[in-house]
């Protein structure tokens, strides 16, 4: 039986604490110290242990149960009083760990007495990942040792400083995956969704013309990503670069990024990757806490805060409430302001959930809304005037321009409300969940228009039901390994109704899948396996003159639409299956992992793919849908390999992707094969289309930690993706550049109530992206760039002390374009940015 292993280590002042490793097989323990440490034995993979003070290994119970997982890095102390007698010893304490991973209780269980108390102080310090059944927070006790040793010469300073690492859930995962917990969360206060998650390696970000953006990763944009709210697909008008994914980052306990393909367990539409947003747990303990995180930005002067609450009763009962709101003004490039993109957010949700010794039932609802300004210099009445734009440093109209929190025309309006009823049960014969969710995403976009117009000139209503269920049967454990598996189905209903200018059809769609996996553990080899098969049936509903246009450009078979009073009726149905088989190989346990995931996965075309037509503020090209397109199918590989070392940390995966009839999204070129231009009565636009290409993707992402508890280190994280068209070789528009991140850490001594203090200096490389045809866009790849950068964060006082963070942005102002935005085409990226946040638990 394996045991989870927990380390830690400083630089080595002579009593500073060494936890080498230690490892519990079959009831042993054995813990390696050279000096003072903290070990927490967190019971065997898959299960956890607790008994009576004590009580050994060995005497526990087994239950399935996952243990507590320690996430939270704290400092120890040798006590004064023991430096007159050198006294040396181990304490071991039992530690009770909430539904939510806070310390609610401390037991001092053996030891010498004059380290009881520092034990204790220190052992209710500390922060854990809960302890889960299945995937239900439970609480549970956990047992702490400290090992404490003095100073080897009466030279050397009484210090004593530890650094606990635990092992890392994503570990488990055969695919690339990697986790932001919620510190990592805290320090993105304030950004949303694609911002956040930028700090994964392989994740860039899509931005548009207005204060919002999308994720990227391995080169794969939106369209190509699932994200899951608390296991519900986010649904979502995702045509446009400005339409920001609608979830808060602050309403996540945690976030995963799952860098591949993952169509088999996930379903369609996760052909570039999965993004798991999973809330906090509710809490189980009887009492209210609270969380409270304030920011301000200086570029955009936006000041942000939020609160969140979680209250339980000794009768199973737990309820959440949450919120936050943020207001930007104009942002400012490094030589001018960015006319019009003030923006403004708030959220607003809450959760209750009742447990029981088998289940629990939750519901909750989360409402987010954003208005935002859509810049100014995207609007050009002539190609002469685009043209000309596209070769000016600046805007023309840059000097009037001025900072402020009004929003004028062009403007986008959004809102999205979820609302979830959730409920899971287990017993000897494994487990159930059960989900049902409702969403309903309002957009309104407004041009800029005659004085006596009033209303938006583009208004979509998108409503979404879904239901999803899951059965894991028990694990099964024959003499050769355990095995572990489920099925699942899922069903939904989506309709979109439109009203305004020619752009997207009216539809009503009806979709469900079908899914099964198992897991086989064979010691230190895991492999697992997945199933999935797909269908979708679609019909929308063109106006006519959409409808005309696009048989006039010979793009639309009419035996396949029905003609209607007001509408043209074209139904479309589709089915596609997946498949996975992935594997992880402990070659050196707890140092050495490898893993290789070989997919299958499938994506069905968009509505806005097939039939948009047109233009829309949040939308600066003029986009000609294919209603010929197909199925799009991508089938590949990625080998990852993890190094866990006390002096390096890191992670690097090379993968690759062929993907046949990709639908790719790129400039529309006239008959001497330059990029067209689209003059309407509303403006000039690019001109835009949707193509079936077959393409290869590959690359190389990973990152790297030196030194990563010392109190200096170096960290460094990046990525290279390569996308191309097979046929030709050509690279395609939009992949983005080389990147390379760059950090010095420090990490000081603490200084009197400073503590957890951790030091950054930061330099962010982006290459040209030299590899596409300067010729198929409208200009050239922007050149690269080097962003200089800091930050500081740090903990004012013990437990439950104040997080303070500051984090400086192109320190140095430098003027750069970023080629995977839309802004490229009119103006600068914002300059400098300072921001100043404040966090704490109560």
Known sequence: MIFTMLTGFTSKPAHAMRCVCFRAMKGMLRCLVSCGCVCVLCGPLGSAWAGPPGSTAEDQVLVSTEPPRLIKQVELDYPDEALLTGEHGDVSVLVDVDATGQVAGVRFESG??????????????????????????????????????????????????????????????????????????ERAAGADLAETVSQVPGVRMAQGTADAAKPIIRGQQERRLLVLFDGVRHESQK?????????????????????GAAGARYGPDAIGGVILVEPPPMRTE?????????SYSSNGRRPYGALRLDAASESGLSA???????????????????????????????????????????????????????????????????????????P??????????????????VSHDVGILSTDVSGDWGRIEATYAFQINLRQEYEQVREDITGPQFDFTLRTHSLDALYQHPTFSPDFGDLEGGLGLQGSFQENVYRGLSLIPNYRGFSGGLFGYERLSLGR??????????????????????????????????????????????????????????????????RLDLKLDLSTASRFPNVDELYLLGSAPTFPVYANGNPDLGLETARGGSLTAGLRLDAVEAEASVYGQLVDDYIYFAPELNADGEPRLDVTIRGTWPSWGYHPVDAVFYGVDGSLSLAPSAPVGLEARGGIVRAEARDTGTHLIGTPADQLLLALVGRPPPLGPVRELTVRATTDLVATQSRVNPGDDFAPPPPGYALFGGSLDAQIGRRRGVRVGLDARNLLNTTYREYTSLLRYYADQPGRDVRVRLGMDF
């Open 286 to 294: 009887p009492g209210v806490v609270g969380k409270t995180l304030t």
């Open 112 to 185: 010498p007495e004059v380290f009881r108390s520092v034990s204790q102080e220190a052992a209710s310090r500390l922060v854990f990942s809960p302890a889960t059944t299945g995937d239900t927070p439970v609480a549970a006790t956990t047992r702490v040792w400290f090992h404490f040793a003095p100073p080897e010469s009466h030279t050397e300073e009484p210090v004593a400083e530890m650094v606990v690492h635990s092992s890392d859930p994503d570990r488990n995962d055969t695919r690339a995956r990697t986790t932001l917990d919620e510190a990592d969360l």
């Open 320 to 394: 959440r409430v949450e919120g936050n709101a943020a207001a930007g003004a104009s942002l400012t490039a490094p030589e001018y302001i960015l006319g019009n993109t003030a923006s403004q957010s708030w959220n607003l949700g809450g959760a209750v959930a009742y447990r029981w010794d088998s289940g629990q039932l939750q519901a909750s609802w989360h409402h987010h809304d954003f208005r935002a300004g859509v810049f100014y210099g995207v609007n050009n009445t002539t190609p002469t005037e685009f043209m000309a734009q596209l070769e000016a440093d600046r």
């Open 525 to 590: 080899v895991d492999v697992e396996a997945g199933a999935r098969t797909d269908a979708l049936s679609r019909t929308a509903y063109l106006r006519d003159n959409d409808y005309d246009a696009h048989v006039r450009r010979g793009t639309l078979d009419e035996s396949t639409c029905e003609p209607l009073d007001t509408t043209v009726r074209c139904p479309a149905a589709y089915t596609a299956g997946s498949f996975s088989l992935g594997a992880l190989v402990h070659v050196v346990p707890e």
């Open 239 to 259: 045509w446009g670069p400005d339409h920001a994914t609608e979830i808060d980052p602050f309403s996540a306990g945690s976030i995963s990024v799952i860098r």
């Open 396 to 413: 023309v109209t840059a000097d009037l321009w001025s900072v402020t929190y009004a929003i004028d025309r062009p403007y986008q309006e």
